[in-house]
């Protein structure tokens, strides 16, 4: 069976879905520097957890746990490395490449025992396939592009502990700042993203947005030209330069469709479109379309959600 070293930072949906791939290719050992990520990789099926303890690594950017992974790489030599597909994972996997001298690809959506990935290539129009030539099969794997599954498991656990050493040293976190989680969920993890376009005209009328993202449980998203207007915070964009979603449910009020736009949603579930042109390309794309001002159709839609509830 194929030994798969899978890094889990944290206890998110990015690693569950990371974990998730890694089990569908062989034995998993977890790498965890806390204890919820342990529990995860518990949670998700890992036979194995190497749970690190490194003194004042998180006052630095990722040297000190990149020297860790690539020193439990050496040790275990795994034939696959996975880590989730974020801002870290993206810093890690390119550490880890230049010190294994290995390939590496990033954002897969799919990996085979094989070696062989798929990704979402051009904004998602095309996907590819390629096989890393060198090394080991180190990837990263996109959020939202694998179906998270839990398989309990109680895995051995060995404890690995590491001092940062002073070369990893050269990034020193200033500060940092931690956001009011408020109610919603993490709009990269939700199961419903309800998104308001330009054609939600305003910043108060956001607000409509909110309301059926609430009814729904969701999370609130917008396009680029709503950030730009200053309707939304750009933190909540979604697309090709913004958030990359993929929820069971993305409802687009407002919202044109251009390609970038489509890049950050397209692999949703059920697409539901809201918009007043009947040749907005976003109906192209739609399991459902709404042709109709949104400013009558989302009350509506509303009032049907809460009859409902
Ligand atoms: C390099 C680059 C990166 C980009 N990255 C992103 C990205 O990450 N995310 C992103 O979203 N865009 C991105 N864009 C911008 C993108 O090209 C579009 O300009 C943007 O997505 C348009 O946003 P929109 O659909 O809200 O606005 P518009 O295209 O102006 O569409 C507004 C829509 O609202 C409809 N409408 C108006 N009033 C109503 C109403 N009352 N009821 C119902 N419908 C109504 C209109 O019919 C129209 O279809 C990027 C562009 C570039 C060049």
Same mark, same amino acid.
């Given at each position: 069976m194929a030994d798969i070293l899978v890094y889990v930072p944290n206890s998110g949906k990015s690693a569950a879905e990371t974990l998730t791939l890694g089990r569908s290719l062989g034995q998993v050992s977890a790498v965890a520097f806390d204890d919820s990520a342990a529990s995860l990789a518990a949670e998700y099926g890992a036979? $194995? &957890? #190497?749970?690190v303890t490194a003194e004042? /690594? +998180? +006052? #630095?950017? &990722?040297d000190p746990k990149a020297s860790v992974l690539i020193d439990l790489a050496g040790r275990v030599g795994p034939d696959a490395f996975l880590l989730p597909g974020t801002d870290e994972g993206r810093a890690l996997v390119a550490r880890l490449a230049v010190a294994l001298d290995s390939g590496f690809l990033t954002d897969v959506s799919g990996l085979d025992a094989e070696g062989t990935a798929t990704q979402d290539i051009f904004a998602g129009a095309t996907v590819t396939t390629s096989k890393i030539t060198k090394g080991i099969n180190l990837a990263t794997v996109k959020p939202g592009a694998v179906n998270a599954e839990p398989a309990p498991a109680e895995p051995e656990t060995e404890a690995v502990d590491a001092a940062v050493a002073e070369t990893d040293k050269r990034v020193k976190i200033a500060e940092r700042v931690d956001e009011p989680a408020g109610d919603r969920p993490g709009l990269a993890e939700a199961d419903v993203v309800v998104s308001g376009g330009r054609g939600v005209g305003s910043a108060e009328d956001f607000a409509l947005i909110e309301r059926v993202a609430d009814a729904l449980g969701g999370a609130v998203g917008a396009s680029r030209a709503a950030t730009d207007a200053g309707y939304y915070p750009h933190k909540f964009q979604v697309g090709q330069t913004g958030t990359t979603v993929s929820p069971q449910l993305y409802v687009a009020a407002g919202i044109s469709g251009a390609i970038q736009h489509r890049a950050g949603m397209?692999?949703?579930r059920v697409i539901v479109a809201v918009n $007043? +042109? &009947? +040749? /907005?390309?976003?109906f192209g794309m739609s399991d459902f379309g709404v042709v109709g001002d949104l400013f009558q159709v989302l009350p509506q839609a509303l009032e049907e959600i809460e009859k409902r509830k």
């Open positions: 036979a $194995k &957890v #190497y749970r004042g /690594a +998180d +006052d #630095y950017f &990722v397209q692999t949703s $007043k +042109d &009947v +040749d /907005a390309p976003i």
